[in-house]
T-cell receptor, first 112, second 117 residues
């Protein structure tokens, strides 16, 4: 079955860069996503990358994909206190159903 | 961007009663909606895929008779937790896929927190 893993916690100081890592097992993944969940709220799509890309940059966010190692990372530059949240990576497989399989989530804490 | 609305945001009910949660796509048509359940400090677990005009497809281990899903229109799906018990207390999140998006991007509702006493 699908297996998407993330480390559970990450703490960084305000202004530093944060790197959140994700590994997945299914090689048929087509799109990979990063979502942000603030306390008590739903999910907000941050960015996504197609599986034939290896990097995507969007303002403070940089996504790196190593398809050979099935490793995805999200780098947040100049991390702010408002970035404190849980970050989920998710993969969509080429099965036609188009549902997402989520990682366990990484709780990012930004220290002022 | 596309908006998905869930109602209610919070609901507290007595054990044995049924609770209905609505998921609406406000500015787009969604042929497919998904229902997730999130336990405290855990990831999202896909419960079922809701297709407009047809029966929902449930994930393994999810009780169909317990969690009734109806997708009567292109903008509305409902999840009814029947005869709720304390173990059903959870955060329920729906998502909807916009038809025109080739990427399969899903838009998520704000979630509904159910507490069963």
């Amino acid at each position: 079955g699908e297996d998407v893993e993330q480390s559970l916690f990450l703490s960084v100081r305000e202004g530093d860069s944060s790197v959140i890592n994700c590994t997945y097992t299914d090689s048929s993944s087509t799109y990979l996503y990063w979502y942000k969940q603030e306390p008590g709220a739903g999910l907000q799509l941050l960015t996504y990358i197609f599986s034939n890309m290896d990097m995507k940059q969007d303002q403070r966010l940089t996504v790196l994909l190593n398809k050979k190692d099935k490793h995805l990372s999200l780098r947040i530059a100049d991390t702010q206190t408002g970035d404190s949240a849980i970050y989920f990576c998710a993969e969509m497989q080429d099965t036609g159903a188009n549902n997402l399989f989520f990682g366990t989530g990484t709780r990012l804490t930004v220290i002022p | 961007g596309a908006v998905v609305s869930q109602h209610p945001s919070w609901v507290i009910c007595k054990s044995g009663t049924s609770v209905k949660i609505e998921c609406r796509s406000l500015d787009f048509q969604a042929t497919t909606m998904f229902w997730y359940r999130q336990f405290p400090k855990q990831s999202l677990m896909l419960m079922a895929t809701s297709n407009e005009g047809s029966k929902a497809t449930y994930e393994q281990g999810v009780e169909k008779d317990k969690f009734l899903i109806n997708h009567a229109s292109l903008t509305l799906s409902t999840l009814t937790v029947t005869s709720a018990h304390p173990e059903d207390s959870s955060f329920y999140i729906c998502s909807a896929r916009e038809q025109k998006w080739p990427t399969g991007e899903l838009f998520f509702g704000e979630g509904s927190r159910l507490t069963v006493l």
